[in-house]
């Protein structure tokens, strides 16, 4: 049966018409007891790039003077759809997800984050990130903004992408800095669960592109 033709039941989070009611979203992504499940589609750079990466992140720590933890090698990456923050690992989500994904058929292409800063938000604790164009991101956010609306999973492709890959968190702000680029070709992307407060990714899919 096509993932995306399930009958979801109403009591674990559907409405009658089949879409799933997605957690409210908020910009500081606070979780609790309740919440230690993170689900979400992401494109991660290869071994080599994520080491690249790092390495930058260790010299940006020193020059600006961070003391928080820098984000692992292997957790790299960007965040393409957020698809919530839950009490158990949401099974009917990563299915309908799965299949979502499977159904995107679009090119493998070049990335380039060529500027470094410091994301705003209310809690005083900053996330210092590699920032890059939007553009060249559109065809695949696109094609899987459709298909997952099409697995009835629209409720997560609200509002804006910013292509960005976090590399720490601190109370000390950056304000955008123009930097050498660093580039990969992003080959396929995955689909994400993070058990929030454990430092674990566990990747549950990965689709190649073209």
């Given at each position: 049966?096509?993932?995306?033709?399930?009958?979801?039941?109403?009591?674990?989070g559907a409405n009658r018409d089949n879409k799933w009611r997605m957690p409210a979203r908020s910009s500081r992504r606070k979780f609790g007891p309740s919440q230690k499940h993170r689900i979400f589609l992401a494109a991660v750079p290869d071994g080599d790039t994520a080491a690249r990466i790092h390495a930058l992140a260790q010299a940006l720590k020193a020059e600006h003077g961070f003391t928080?933890?820098?984000i692992l090698p292997e957790h790299l990456h960007v965040t393409l759809f957020h698809l919530g923050d839950w009490a158990a690992l949401p099974e009917e989500i990563v299915t309908l997800a799965s299949g979502a994904a499977s159904q995107v058929n679009a090119p493998a292409f070049d990335v380039a984050f060529h500027r470094a800063q410091s994301f705003r938000n209310s809690t005083g604790v900053y996330p210092f990130v590699l920032t890059g164009d939007k553009?060249?991101?559109?065809?695949?956010?696109?094609?899987?903004?459709?298909?997952?609306?099409?697995?009835?999973?629209?409720?997560?492709?609200?509002?804006?992408?910013?292509?960005?890959?976090?590399?720490?968190?601190?109370?000390?702000?950056?304000?955008?800095?123009?930097m050498a680029p660093v580039s990969w070709r992003v080959q396929d992307f995955v689909l994400i669960h993070s058990?929030?407060?454990?430092?674990?990714h566990n990747h549950l899919g990965r689709w190649p592109l073209a």
């Open positions: 049966m096509n993932p995306a033709s399930r009958q979801l039941p109403v009591s674990m928080g933890n820098l553009g060249q991101w559109r065809t695949l956010h696109e094609a899987l903004r459709m298909a997952l609306t099409d697995a009835g999973l629209g409720g997560a492709t609200r509002g804006d992408f910013a292509p960005h890959i976090t590399l720490t968190y601190d109370k000390v702000r950056v304000k955008p800095k123009a058990e929030l407060g454990k430092t674990t």
